[in-house]
């Protein structure tokens, strides 16, 4: 009974789920919508970040990561059922983080294909980050 009921919850939360692929524009980062920047401080120095965006790093430079962390400090920026956008160099990172977002714990998450990078090309103008 207790598989079943587990399954069932499982089900439910993948249906509840939502991701989102889009190629990131400036005409999107003008949206009014929380960014979360999952790069590491010493890309968020190279390159700025995109102006109002949460810094919350997800793999370090080794690689390693903290999900129970992440979580942690993703919920006290957004709300499980709120649609937030995840951006990091190329694009690369965040789609396989959205989709465990979306997919595993039930976010309502975007993930920014082309990342800073496309932004960059684009002529898109970051803020320098600080802490």
Do not use: H
């Amino acid at each position: 009974m207790r598989k079943i009921l587990f399954g069932l919850v499982m089900i439910g939360t993948a249906l509840l789920a939502d991701l989102q692929e889009v190629w990131v524009t400036p005409d999107f980062i003008e949206k009014d919508i929380k960014i979360i920047d999952i790069r590491t401080p010493s890309e968020w120095r190279e390159t700025g970040i995109v102006k109002g965006a949460y810094t919350l790093m997800f793999f370090d430079e080794q690689g390693r990561f903290d999900i129970q962390g992440f979580l942690e400090q993703l919920n006290k920026i957004v709300k499980k059922d709120e649609q937030f956008a995840l951006i990091c160099r190329t694009g690369s990172r965040t789609a396989e983080v959205s989709k465990f977002l979306a997919n595993e714990m039930g976010y309502n998450v975007i993930n920014l294909r082309g990342g800073v990078m496309k932004l960059r090309y684009e002529g898109y103008k970051f803020v320098p980050y600080s802490k």
